[in-house]
């Protein structure tokens, strides 16, 4: 048996735009996905995960209790649930070789699922990691990283940053830029996070993006844009000034917006957050409902955050310098 686990991260600029090129900057956050697995003789792949949840299947059974319930779950509803932990162990199989190899995995993760988190990505890393461990291979974190990239990758459809995953594998602050990925140093920022509850789909909100940006030249330049936003991030970050970060995560969230990827719960929390005082509120992450991230120091947000209607959770997120973390 071996257990990994994995952090989810907060994007402080560039979600979205980092597909088409642009640089991005996500900050590893203090939420995990713990990952345990066990090679299996009989190459079938099981997993365990209390998190994860169908809705909208068919059950029919009958009245005796010998009838077994046949129950029906569209391939779409399969494969929005199990596509990463399944490409996860596709990814093991070829890099080490063992074609036939199979697994009992059981995930527990603090992160919740689609909300902008990075859970996605820190399952893949905790499984991919596990697994080849458990095989007796241990990738390096850029093997590693690229790996569980390539799982993103083929499950979004081929619309897929490294941004990601290779936050979740290294920890701390990270700038990604195409195939340019690298640690960045980050203040202490006072991270405050704002829940709606909900959750987007990260594939169909890429490829909503995608095709906005084919129609419009200005929504072309509204990903440009986005770009430039970052790139003043940067030297806000290296400058420690928390104020200009906070402006700019303003604009960023304004370009998101125009891009279609907030939502009104989103929206209300941004400007929940501004209302109390923060330095900055964006969504994070591929939009669509779920987490927005702001900057205050003060208790001020989440108090307020905690009051606003459509927000189910506000709670402070400590940044992580620790990438994967192998347990056992
Ligand atoms: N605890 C978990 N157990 C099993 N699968 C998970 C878990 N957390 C995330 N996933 C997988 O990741 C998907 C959500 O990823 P995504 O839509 O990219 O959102 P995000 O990465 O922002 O949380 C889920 O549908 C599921 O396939
Ligand atoms: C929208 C995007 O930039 C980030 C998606 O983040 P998340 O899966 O919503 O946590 C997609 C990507 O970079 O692959
Ligand atoms: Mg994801």
Known sequence: ???????????????????????????????????????REDGKLSVHSDDLTLDGFTVEYGVSPDERPDIDVSESLVTAAMGYVD?????????????????????????PL??????????????????????????????????????????????????????????????VEGEDCRSIEAPDLPIVIGFDGGAGDTGQLVAGVRNLREEYDFAADTVAAIGDVVRNGEEAL???????????????????SALGV??????????????????????????????????????????????TPGCEDAFRAALTEEGVKRIE
Request: aromatic share 4%.
């Open 238 to 256: 290296s400058a420690g000034d928390l104020e200009e970060i906070g402006r700019l995560m303003n604009f960023n969230h304004g370009l998101l």
């Open 262 to 307: 907030s939502s009104r719960s989103l929206d209300t929390m941004v400007w929940a957050a501004r209302d109390a005082g923060a330095m900055g509120a964006k969504l994070t992450g591929a939009g669509g409902g779920g987490c927005i991230v702001a900057l205050d120091p003060t208790p001020e947000t989440e108090t307020a955050l905690s009051f």
């Open 114 to 175: 689609g909300a902008g988190l990075g859970s996605s990505a820190a399952v893949v890393v905790a499984a991919i990691d596990a697994a080849t461990r458990e095989l007796g291979t241990t990738l390096s974190t850029e093997e590693l990283a690229d790996r569980a990239y390539r799982t993103e990758h083929e499950v979004q459809d081929g619309q897929a940053s490294r941004a990601d995953t290779f936050c979740s594998a290294t920890g701390g602050a990270v700038r």
């Open 1 to 39: 048996m071996a257990i990994s686990s994995a952090p989810g991260k907060v994007y402080l600029f560039g979600e979205h735009a980092v597909v088409y090129g642009e640089p991005a900057v996500p900050c590893a956050i203090e939420r995990r996905a713990r990952v345990e697995v066990s090679r």
């Open 87 to 111: 490409g996860a162990i596709e990814q093991v199989r070829d890099v080490t070789g063992n074609d036939d190899v199979g697994f009992d995995v059981t995930i527990d993760s603090d992160i």
